[in-house]
Nanobody, 127 residues
């Protein structure tokens, strides 16, 4: 049974930084791309970033490129999202997700390509 647990979300001022973590269990972690998505109130879930199983080929949404960095530690079954220069429009619930397919390269930004999802962690950026 695959389980994902996000953490690190909190209230932060605009311009600040946060690092989100997502620990996975129940899978061969290094075989799968991992993605971060977010959903703001009243909006659809949107892609943020994704990284391939080996930790290469990160991809980013244009809205976060240059501010967010995705990384992973396969020894700890953990994927991270380092978020810098946060803006109020980054306020959302952030979810991590596991690709449906193993060994996919490069990772996909399409949410339909992800099978397992965490419960989410709230990030609130105040102006």
């Amino acid at each position: 049974q695959v389980q994902l647990a996000e953490s690190g979300g909190t209230l932060v001022q605009a311009g600040g930084s946060l690092r989100l973590s997502c620990v996975a269990s129940g899978l061969t972690f290094s075989f799968y791309s991992l993605g971060w998505f977010r959903q703001a109130p009243g909006k659809e879930r949107e892609f943020v970033a994704a990284i391939s199983g080996g930790g290469t080929m990160p991809i980013y949404a244009d809205s976060v490129k240059g501010r967010f960095t995705i990384s992973r530690d396969n020894a700890k079954n953990t994927v991270y999202l380092q978020m810098n220069s946060l803006k109020p429009e980054d306020t959302a619930v952030y979810y991590c997700a596991v690709d449906r397919l193993s060994l996919r390269k490069p990772p996909t930004p399409n949410s339909e390509g992800y099978r397992y999802w965490g419960q989410g962690t709230q990030v609130t950026v105040s102006s």
